[in-house]
């Protein structure tokens, strides 16, 4: 009884030290922040409880703390295993005795720097890729110098941990000499002192309790980097896959919406006109909006192939790369070669991979055929490989930092559990592991299944081991179908926003282009003004805020429906012809609730506002509008929005039937029309903002 108090009396005080030495790292860190300085001092607390508890009290603490900071920023996570090592160094120091005094702890600054500032250098690296900023930090000073860019941000992380060390040594050195003699000899770094069953091995055979315990950390180590090794190379490969196959996607639908935007009977007069040419400025801004509306495309671009090379009919500029003119004849890459003759041929090709003079980028070209099938260029799309690899390396370092985490604190246990019952449970998971199938759901589960039906009940930091790696393998299992399900859904909302685009770029409607940016810039507008107003500030979410300007464009998709004699009539339309226009708020209604049936209900928020915008924009706030007539806040706050929004550009804008009306005429026709034909609390917030809609209005004048 007596045994069993002490051991419990010994858990509460090593479950207060890892309490207190996670207060320790907040309030370091807290302290630094408010001082503003360029450290992080949250290690002071680890180093000590790796001073006073050992090994797994000191991960224990660097990973907790990272776990807490994580519901911050869920990237802090990932740290914690640096934070974790850095108390695994300090306990092997302090058992080679290099924290006997102040002076001596100093030594270990330069290694406990290299950890925190080299290795964490690296994963930021990794998750962010390299971004120095010009002017300032310690990083564009040695940057000046002639040292590369990663060698100088390397250089100055480790520089900068190099005081965040030495401060945090010299706090922990300074706490740790006031901390009684007493308490400290309630705890003992590992391997300084061995249990009673590790002494009797000792005392009748000697080496028998120390090679049992070499073996175990021999063992369990080689299983958990099997482990690690097999899951994230099969699990990388699998990502890589579903990366590569999701860029192909994207780039399908970019180079197919391309397509669709090009007039095949207009190409020999797009290539020897240019701008001149009627519709050219129209086509590119659509070639524009698609580049800039798909992810991670990098250029679009039209060409007409010939034997002589690629004559240019469209070239979208970027920020870094100005497009080449129409007519513009471009030489064959070598990588083409072999595609050529289909090329010339007019026939489909596969997406290439090539790394030749615009850098490593997946390419799709989609023909364009005539009305006779004759094909007369070809719309392509970029979509760079490096962001590719970028995301790879980032997520194999986000692996590589969870495994050395469990590793760590699975070598820790295994430190303290020198006894005879351990190589079989050990030799039981590893087999599992090494058997772990992941061609299929079910040879998962069965895997899975297998692994939990061991049933390991030692008692000890075996059975915490064994359910360690059991639920990283739920974990993983669960990431692979959540991987799974996600591309999938992913695939149909693009086939769902690509029959709508489809749709929407076969309108004819003149004042479109300018008339769908506006008005979601005018939308965006009204609700950041409605929140910091307290407008409907509840309802004004970040996800509300981006499905509303997201769809926003989508608003008169209807007009696919209305002919061009109404839709581009130059003069007043009569009744009749008002009718067949109003129709246009259900037909675009049920185009979109079209899409929402082919997405499904898990991905359907973004196109639910889209179909409140184009069915109920033209509703009025007294209810005299159309296409139901509904009222006040019966209508759909993205809707109230979006009228004043299409409202105001209508009056603002050059239409082929009417002269632009003057900024400040425009606004008194929004303020008169509040409680009427709008919202009274939307039209607040849009006066209030009219500083920056009336720069709004002068930036698309003319266009």
């Known amino acids: 009884m007596d045994s069993q108090k002490r051991r419990e009396t010994r858990l509460w005080y090593i479950l207060g030290t890892c309490a207190a030495g996670v207060l320790l790292n907040f309030l370091g860190n807290w302290l630094n922040n408010a001082l503003g300085l360029p450290f992080y001092l949250d290690t002071i607390g680890t180093i000590l409880v790796a001073l006073v508890g050992g090994y797994l009290p000191a991960i224990v603490v660097g990973w907790v703390t990272n776990l807490l900071n994580g519901f911050s920023d869920i ?194 007069a797009y290539i020897a006109e240019g701008e001149k040419a009627i519709g050219y400025r129209e086509t590119e801004r659509m070639l524009t909006a698609i580049r800039d509306n798909t992810p991670d495309v990098e250029y679009i671009y039209v060409y007409r192939i010939l034997p002589d090379g690629c004559h240019v009919v469209f070239d ?226 970040d996800e509300f805020y981006d499905d509303v300007v997201n769809s926003a464009p989508l608003h008169d998709v209807g007009k696919i429906h209305v002919s061009d004699t109404i839709l581009n009539k130059p003069g007043k339309l009569t009744d009749e012809e008002f009718e067949i226009m109003k129709t246009h708020t259900t037909a675009g209604g049920e185009v979109i609730e079209q899409a929402i049936e082919t997405v499904g209900d898990g991905m359907s928020g973004y196109l639910e506002e889209a179909r409140n915008l184009a069915t109920y924009h033209h509703e009025r706030w007294d209810g005299k509008g159309y296409p139901t007539g509904l009222a006040g806040e019966e209508i759909p706050l993205s809707a109230r929005i979006m009228s004043v929004a299409d409202v105001f550009d209508a009056l603002v804008s050059r239409r082929s039937y009417k002269e632009p009306f003057p900024f400040e005429k425009a606004m008194d026709i929004i303020r008169e029309g509040a409680g009427t034909q709008f919202d009274p609390e939307v039209v607040r917030a849009f006066v209030d903002a009219s500083d920056e809609a009336r720069a709004i209005s002068e930036q698309f004048m003319g266009k």
């Open 316 to 541: 979208v500029d970027t920020g870094e790369v100005e497009g080449a003119s129409p007519g513009e004849i471009i030489p064959f890459d070598e990588s083409f070669d072999e595609y050529l003759p289909a090329l010339l041929a007019g026939e489909t090709i596969e997406p290439l991979v090539t790394d030749d003079t615009f850098g490593w980028l997946m390419t799709v070209y989609q023909p364009v055929y005539d009305a006779n099938g004759v094909c007369q260029c070809y719309a392509a799309a970029d979509i760079s490989m490096d962001r590719l690899q970028m995301n790879e390396v980032g997520f194999l370092a986000r692996v590589v930092s969870i495994f050395l985490s469990v590793f760590m604190a699975s070598v820790a246990i295994a430190f303290r559990m020198a006894n005879r019952h351990i190589i079989h449970p050990i030799n039981a998971m590893t087999l599992a592991a090494e058997d772990f199938a992941y061609d299929t759901e079910k040879a998962r589960a069965e895997s899975v299944q297998r692994f939990r039906q061991l049933d390991i009940q030692t008692g000890d930091e075996i059975e915490t081991l064994y359910h360690v790696v059991g639920k990283t393998m739920d974990d993983t299992v669960r990431y692979i179908e959540d991987v799974q399900s996600k591309t999938e859904t992913i695939s149909r909302m693009q086939n769902g926003l690509i029959m709508v685009l489809a749709d929407l770029v076969e309108s004819r409607d003149k004042c479109t282009g300018d008339h769908i940016r506006k008005t979601a810039a005018y939308a965006g507008l009204i609700m950041r003004h409605m929140r910091a107003l307290g407008i409907y500030s509840d309802r004004i979410t």
């Open 75 to 268: 990237i802090n996570i990932y740290y914690g295993s640096f934070n974790a090592l850095i108390g695994v160094m300090t306990a092997y120091l302090a058992g080679k005795g290099y924290w006997k005094n102040p002076l001596k702890a100093l030594l270990t600054v330069p290694l406990l720097a290299v950890v925190g500032g080299g290795l964490g250098s690296v994963l930021t690296w990794c998750l962010y890729g390299l971004s120095i900023d010009p002017g300032t930090g310690l990083a564009f000073r040695i940057l000046e110098t002639g040292m590369p860019a990663f060698v100088s941000q390397l250089t100055a992380d480790v520089l900068l941990d190099l005081i965040d060390k030495l401060i945090t040594v010299l706090a922990a050195s300074a706490i740790i000499h006031v901390v009684p003699e007493k308490w400290r000899g309630r705890f003992r770094p590992e391997g300084r002192k061995q249990p009673a069953e590790a002494r009797a091995f000792v005392e009748h055979g000697g080496v028998i309790a120390h090679s049992l315990q070499t073996r175990v950390l021999l063992v369990l180590s080689a299983s958990i980097l099997v482990l690690a090794a097999g899951t994230t190379t099969v699990f990388g490969f699998f990502y890589h896959n579903t990366l590569l196959a999701e860029r192909e996607t994207l780039c399908y639908g970019a180079a197919t919406l391309a397509a669709e935007a090009i007039n095949p009977d207009m190409v020999d």
